[in-house]
């Protein structure tokens, strides 16, 4: 690893970031992968954090021994401020690195729709310490019921609403109710956790909007089979303290959850391309901004339409995406042309609970125990390569066998009674 | 379960506490347990979480699913904030409990002996959130260095001081250089983490100072063999963001972890009894607290006399004095006399690192791989009843075949550059 080798620069170590330095493995460059966190995180089983069910090192590993053996690649702990494209700077919050050619792939999260000010009432979803937030509002939900003086309070403290009707929504939602109606249904004295409400509130028509709409159905069944009550067609209006607006409709609850709007990483405006509503970089076909081809972006950050439709924000779409531009970082090596990316849709998956689940794989379409089961093996499969995969499938055979969940840990701040609602 | 029987509050949900409230399972009486925390924590293994070895969750587990199936048991989530012996109640941050016996078992956590300051820059190991503060400047301290732009700042950065060589200080200080000569050891690019230095300092004349004197140079030669500087006769007289003062020597460090005084838990000194030095309750013979026949204390919260030693505050004398507190609490309900405690040493464990450990079994000192076999074997015995002792036991095959260790998160409070020094 000579110095004189090009410098391939990468800022984030998602899906997107990481698949395309491991593609780069053989090319001639130097990498640098820079991240503000040391971890890659398997976002796909975040929920089952934010659920107890998982440990955050089930799904975490530090970015810098997954590249451990990739002589070509170091790591960074940085947080990016900004970029110089004349002079092929990024800025770090302590200095800067140059670099000939730059992968930007660093995603997405919540947005509130302009409505920052919910925020602090229905936490969001897309770190490890969102999880943890999540995880220690709702133990101490039930928590603070097992001590309520005031039966007449009950109703809310046992109410749990989720915004959004994603598959994030769905799952959060399929496992609050489980967590009720199963994992702690015997723990508490003073009132019955089975009689918890979990109610999941979603804009669009159905649930799982982007799904065909023969599984947007079943997985309703299957939610409300697990007892969630499902609100189509219904907007927010304001969320706080006491609960959710729906107009002038007041659904009180102490516990909400957000999985509703996504909002591209703040980084991806620095670019000076054009973006669309979300935030997103508008990309040419091969993955670069527009007039910079040594810049590419990709991932949840990249706008990049097939056949007229968005390139989704999931896993494996972001992992082709960072392949697409590594392969055209090292045709530019070369002196080759690039190509236009192009995304194999292998199919999605929902899960929804204990041997519930909807996917969509082909022209095929599954629902209920079969579907669960691939996306199980799915989850595995992506998650080798990480030790923790042994002992997240011991953590799952043992929630389904034993309806139990390992983690059911409140740390951070302590739950206090009569501070019933959050605090920002 | 009806109201009239007899009502025993357990304040705490450790060792002591937990063994008490199991001990009672049989007893004509209404337990309630009360904790801050909602999670039974197993202490002996937390500096493994700190060391980024073990999940939280594979050492720690909710109180209320401990006593799922006890029906004479609840367990509330309260701080307490003081008693009222006179009334029989305990006070809590949000009402009180009127109580007929009642078993204080609060524990202990670290002192400075008088230098608070020291904290901010010394953190001690009582809490899972502790173990995360440690593991966070631990692996924190390892970027920083990869970053360093100054050379010679690479010393202090990667200087690790532990201070205080009881068991405790011994098990972080193997481990920290057991992480930067193996775990870490090829995952960087700009420095060689075998570089480390770790320094384990006590005022004693010797590593673990209540052992016998064969099995302390046994263990100071283990650590040396790890690579540890052991300091003893040494003491500390100053602590700030550049290290470590031993009078007018100075030593750079950025890491520095406290491993030395023991404190009671504040509890203790509303009791109106009296106390020793470090603030633990002088309690008669029977665990009861002079005066108040139906008050208990247990566990490390206890000053307890035998054949003129202390008993020490170690897991198995809590968990033998909590039993033996319910036994007399069961006395008093059936109006027999009460007896005194007996401490049974069963021997003492203390793992150093990989195949590394020391121990005294009755009259059996052992030395070694075999002790280290001994430790592991009795630790995971002591984890029967978690779910979670088939993932610490992956866990620990993993990290001895594979020198790997698991759980490398770094997560709260990013790190940034420019700021080496940890914050209040």
Known sequence: ????????????????????????????????LVDRRNHHLFQPLLYQVATAALNPGDIAYPIRSVLRLQQNARTIL?????????????????????????LVATGATHSYFGKDEWEAWAPGLKTIEDALEIRRRVLSAFEAAERLRDPAELPAVLTFVVVGAGPTGVELAGALSEIGRLTVARDFRSF??????????????????????????AARAQLERLGVEVRTGTLVTRIDQTGVWFGQEHLQARTVLWAAGVAASPLGALLGAPLDRAGRVLVAPDLSVPGHPEVFVAGDLMHCEQDGVPVPG??????????????????????APT?????????????????KAVGQLGRLEVTGFLAWWIWWLVHIAYLIGFRNRLSVMIGWAWQYFAFARGARLITGRAWEPGRAAPKP
Chains 1, 2 share one sequence.
């Open 1 to 32: 690893m000579t110095t004189t080798l090009p410098h391939v620069v990468v800022v984030g170590g998602g899906f997107a970031g990481l698949a395309a330095t491991r593609a780069l493995r053989r090319t001639p460059v130097r990498i640098t």
């Open 78 to 102: 940085a947080r990016v401020t900004g970029f110089d494209l004349a002079r092929r700077r990024v800025q770090l919050v302590d200095g800067e690195l140059h670099y000939d050619h730059l």
């Open 192 to 217: 019955d956790p089975r009689t918890l409400r979990v109610v999941l509130v979603e804009g669009a028509g159905r649930v799982l909007p982007p799904y065909p709409e023969r599984l947007s159905a």
């Open 314 to 335: 999931v896993a494996p779409a972001a992992i082709q995406a960072g392949r697409a531009a590594a392969r055209n970082i090292a045709a530019r090596v070369a002196g």
């Open 339 to 355: 190509r236009p990316f192009r995304y194999r849709d292998k199919g999605s998956l929902a899960t929804i609970g204990r041997a």
